[in-house]
């Protein structure tokens, strides 16, 4: 999770209020957290009358600063900066920031069957490892769907791909390809096998996308649709610290909008409490995705809409899970569900 250092200078009215009521320091930690911050130390300052503040926080840096400048209403000034661990920074200054794929071959018959191979170790075994159970709901929705697609999900944890991957049926896991953030995942230079570009792209038909890149950084993906295959995205860029749906991006929608494909968003649920963001280790548990209908957008439809329209859909997958959730008064995933349900082991969808 991204942390920040919070330097704090309350002016004469602040200062004042402080000395009238000292308890609003405790009011300003409750306000900090309010914002889905965490409180990591405090300091205080004596000399220049001023407050240190080291938190982690989920928004960037500038939506952060500015919901902390509401809180203060005028009392303080504050001044926030980006940190991060000493150690990591050593290791950033010796890395390199040159990324490599698309690679021509990750589609081609023998990657295609060694990844075939790869997918036990990739993803099956992790599904029937820690997914017990794995539900899905509203595979019906894609029984007339026929060509490329654009599936997409909630991102809450490194577990989404293999629950995403697991709740398509087989003619689709045959043909699909996932974006992934260039800066992150193909970045020159990392060690061990498992790390490198290449083995993304061979093991999980990964290609990079460029942050911030437009249009361009489209191409690969368009091509992919052009030739017939579907495509796997988060679009929300990257996983959520908080628990809540960020903003999307908006390259799904134009994507879809340029080769005119369907869009099927698929609402994940259980897995941010497996493996939150920030955390290596997983804990087992049961799983839920819900696939909805497949969405066309209508020509003329402009790029602001259609992702309108996509969030909005996935809010409403996420608002009717939770209020069956709370009208059943059960655990957010059930082990067995009434509705139209396939409820799976392990193995028996990612096999």
Not at 60 to 88: C, H, K, Q, W
Not at 154 to 161: E, I, K, Q
Not at 297 to 322: N, S, W, Y
């Amino acid at each position: 999770m991204p942390l920040y250092v919070m330097l704090s200078r309350p002016n004469a009215e602040g200062l004042h209020n402080l000395y009238q009521h000292p308890d609003r320091l405790d009011e300003v930690r409750r306000e900090i957290e309010a914002l889905d911050a965490k409180i990591i130390h405090r300091y205080a300052l004596p000399g220049n009358l001023s407050f240190l503040t080291v938190v982690e926080a989920g928004n960037n840096l500038e939506a952060f600063r500015l919901a902390v400048e509401r809180v203060s209403a005028g009392r303080v000034s504050t001044t926030i900066y980006p940190a991060m661990d000493l150690d990591l920074f050593s290791r950033l200054l010796t890395q390199t920031t040159e990324t490599t794929g698309p690679f021509r071959w990750q589609t081609s018959l023998w990657a295609r069957a060694v990844r075939r191979v790869l997918r036990y170790n990739t993803i099956t075994s992790t599904v029937r490892k820690y997914l017990k159970p794995l539900t899905i709901e509203g595979r019906e929705n894609l029984s007339e769907l026929n060509g490329p697609a654009i599936f997409i999900g909630n991102h809450s944890s490194h577990m989404d791909l293999f629950v995403l991957f697991s709740a398509l049926p087989k003619r689709y896991q045959r043909r699909i390809a996932w974006g992934g953030a260039a800066d992150r995942w193909f970045i020159k230079g990392r060690k061990g096998i498992k790390k490198q570009p290449w083995y993304f792209a061979l093991s999980m038909n990964a290609f990079p996308v460029q942050r911030g890149g437009g249009r361009a950084a489209l191409s690969y993906a368009e091509e992919l649709l052009d030739r017939g295959w579907s495509l796997g995205i988060f679009p929300e860029g990257t996983r959520t610290t908080t628990g809540k749906m960020g903003k999307f991006r908006h390259g799904v929608s134009i994507l879809a909008l340029a080769k005119d494909v369907p869009v099927v968003p698929v609402w994940m649920d259980g897995l941010r409490a497996m493996r939150p963001k920030g955390t290596k280790e997983i804990t087992p548990g049961p799983a839920l995705a819900r696939i909805g209908k497949p969405i066309r957008f209508a020509p003329g439809t402009t790029v602001a809409d259609a992702t309108h329209t996509l969030h909005q859909t996935m809010v409403q997958m996420r608002d009717d899970i939770e209020r069956e959730q709370r009208a059943s008064k059960s655990q957010p995933i059930k082990e067995a569900r009434k509705s139209v349900t396939e409820t799976q082991t392990a193995g028996d969808r990612a096999a």
